[in-house]
């Protein structure tokens, strides 16, 4: 089992910048890729970032590349994003996820049906 608890949420203005966190627990070792994704309210849920916790390889979505940071600290178990530049268009509920699939050729996953494991999501509210 894998536990995912995020925070740093909140509401900010446009070109503001946030970082969520994502604190990771449970079984140790037992992820190999993380990602962020984000979800307003009857849309589908959106891919934003990812990670292989390993190689430290990063995938970004096509909305927020150029803007948003992937991390992670390992000793801490952590996971970020780094969200700078922010739009009323990233406003969403923000979700860490956690795949225990070891990705092949080392690739990112980007669709939300290969995580395992998601945490209880963090509101990000963008005002213009």
């Known amino acids: 089992q894998v536990q995912l608890v995020e925070s740093g949420g909140g509401l900010v203005q446009a070109g503001d910048s946030l970082r969520l966190s994502c604190v990771v627990s449970g079984r140790t070792s037992a992820w190999y890729v993380m990602g962020w994704f984000r979800q307003v309210s009857g849309k589908e849920r959106e891919f934003v970032a990812g990670?292989?916790?390993?190689?430290?390889?990063?995938s970004y979505g096509d909305s927020v590349k150029g803007r948003f940071t992937i991390s992670r600290d390992s000793a801490k178990n952590t996971l970020y994003l780094q969200m700078n530049s922010l739009k009323p268009g990233d406003t969403a509920v923000y979700y860490c996820a956690a795949a225990t699939t070891r990705p092949m050729f080392n690739v990112v996953f980007t669709a939300d049906a290969e995580f395992d494991y998601w945490g209880q999501g963090t509101q990000v509210t963008v005002s213009s």
């Open positions: 990670i292989v916790w390993s190689s430290g390889r990063t």
